[in-house]
């Protein structure tokens, strides 16, 4: 399968709208029940919100405990911490105790740590369309400027830094062709806004906290008129 089916006992997770790499509860339940367009991972809109939430605490759960193993797993073999010469359960228990301290710390309070969302995209008004093309036009000057590297200057994903990504799993990917419109983590505006503000977690696509709210919209609009079609398609100049 191409994405390959995601090992939760890392603890990352591409798709968020938190400031934090973790997901909240709302993050993995909106994965759950749209999936992820583009790859074999498909919607369970048929499950109602309480079975999402409960698969979602599940998942959440085997992230913390593989997390938890992972970092005794280094402590032990990797860094050699373990002293055979002394009471090896109790030097485990530590290890452990201190793992779970960590890794809990790093899923705390993320249902409170959302990216914030300020304004929202210039709509196409055809009756006065100016300021929708000037949210274009600065859009492709931003991504000209920050995305291009990757995504290439039409968007396919052919720039200069394409070849020989991978992503933290160690498999081969490549810049989103976005002129196709599959976006995995959601074609909404507000899916795209935070992509662009808070990265895909476990790739090499950073954030961009720095941009203004209006500069981040401006980028939405225009990835989003790459992928536009038909005879009322507006595209920038």
């Not at 929708?132 to 990757?150: N, P």
């Amino acid at each position: 399968l191409t994405p390959r089916p995601r090992n939760y006992t890392r603890g990352e997770f591409k798709c968020r709208s938190n400031k934090t790499p973790k997901p909240s509860i709302k993050d993995l339940v909106r994965t759950l029940k749209y999936g992820m367009n583009g790859s074999m991972m498909p919607p369970f809109e048929v499950y109602d919100d309480a079975d999402l939430q409960a698969v979602a605490h599940y998942v959440r759960y085997l992230s913390i405990r593989g997390e938890v193993e992972y970092f005794v797993h280094q402590r032990v073999f990797k860094l050699q911490e373990l002293d055979l010469e002394e009471n090896v359960v109790n030097q485990l228990a530590e290890f452990y105790e201190e793992a779970q301290e960590i890794v809990l710390s790093k899923w705390g309070a993320i249902e409170d740590q959302q990216i914030e969302v300020e304004g929202e995209p210039v709509a196409y008004d055809p009756e006065d369309p100016e300021p929708y093309l000037e949210s274009l036009k600065l859009g492709r000057k931003l991504f000209i400027a920050q995305c291009a590297t990757c995504h290439g200057h039409d968007g396919q994903g052919g720039g200069e830094q394409a070849d020989g990504m991978y992503d933290n799993w160690g498999y081969k990917i490549e810049p989103r062709n976005l002129t196709r419109g599959v976006y995995r983590g959601g074609g909404r505006p507000i899916d795209i806004y935070w992509r662009i503000a808070g990265g895909i977690t476990g790739t090499p696509m950073p954030a961009f906290p720095k941009l203004t709210a209006e500069e981040k919209w401006a980028i939405v609009n225009y990835v989003r008129s790459l992928a536009a079609e038909g005879p009322d398609a507006v595209k920038a100049d």
